[in-house]
């Protein structure tokens, strides 16, 4: 599962999915396969690793990806990465910004023949107000290190992490059709087709169901370039 936005605070992924994963054991074979990968960074702190752990959350490393596809789990992964954390999407912007996949994710499903859903959280971004502030600053501290430092604050500017208290409406597309591996090995052809079904797929998703969201009725998805945001912070190029 593909979950976009990636909020400062992802509260959708980084609170709903882990509790599937952690806590629905009891309903059998449902949730229990489900994991969350989470960005390297997060395990680096101890007491936040240990949180995420617990709550059945693994490294989004192609190892431990790789690890988890082969015993037989699901994955819910933000794809659009510590960039898209840091987008700032006002709600009179006319379009909702999100950032595509890097190749590896296409290179991981088309390799484990693992279908990709598409998934969209709209409200995600309502639930945290966001700054620009240093936006250059922290862009490269992703492009350098692959550390998020999101500028946000919620319904208490004292208390932060306490999300603003608004609908969160999570949609979920259909499965993308695979190809089979090419007898070449080349993935190339193979990848860049997955890459443009995912982008229409995730487009149509937005627009079939934008109007749960008051919000999200008035805008168009418009997806954002890593590499606009690395070279350009300060005025963001758009593909």
């Not at 789990?73 to 933000?78: D, E, G, N, R, V």
């Not at 692959?146 to 919620?154: D, E, K, Q, S």
């Not at 997955?194 to 919000?215: I, N």
Request: with cysteine; net charge positive; aromatic share 10%.
């Amino acid at each position: 599962m593909a979950m976009h936005p990636h909020g400062p605070f992802p509260v959708s992924a980084s609170i709903v999915m882990p509790q599937l994963a952690r806590f629905g054991e009891p309903l059998g074979d449902l949730f229990e396969p489900v994991r969350f990968a989470a960005a390297s960074a997060i395990f680096a702190l101890p007491l936040v690793r240990d949180m995420y752990l617990w709550l059945g959350a693994i490294e989004a490393g192609r190892k431990t990806l790789l690890h988890a596809l082969s015993k037989g789990h699901s994955l819910a992964i933000l794809p659009g990465g510590e960039h898209e954390q840091l987008l700032v999407c006002p709600d009179g912007s006319p379009f909702e910004d999100v950032v595509p996949p890097v190749d590896g994710l296409f290179r991981l499903a088309l390799e484990t023949q693992t279908p990709i859903v598409p998934v969209f959280s709209f409200g995600e971004r309502r639930s945290y107000e966001s700054s620009s502030f240093g936006l250059s600053f922290r862009v490269g501290l992703v492009k350098k290190y692959r550390i998020g430092l999101p500028i946000a604050w919620g319904r208490h500017k004292w208390f932060p992490f306490v999300p603003n208290p608004v609908p969160i409406t999570i949609v979920v597309g259909k499965p993308i059709p695979l190809q089979s591996l090419p007898s070449s090995g080349d993935l190339g052809a193979a990848v860049a087709e997955l890459r443009s079904s995912y982008l229409s797929a995730v487009q149509e998703l937005f627009e079939a169901h934008k109007g749960s969201c008051e919000v999200a009725s008035r805008k168009t998805l418009r997806w954002v370039a890593r590499a606009a945001l690395e070279t350009a912070a300060g005025g963001t190029k758009h593909q």
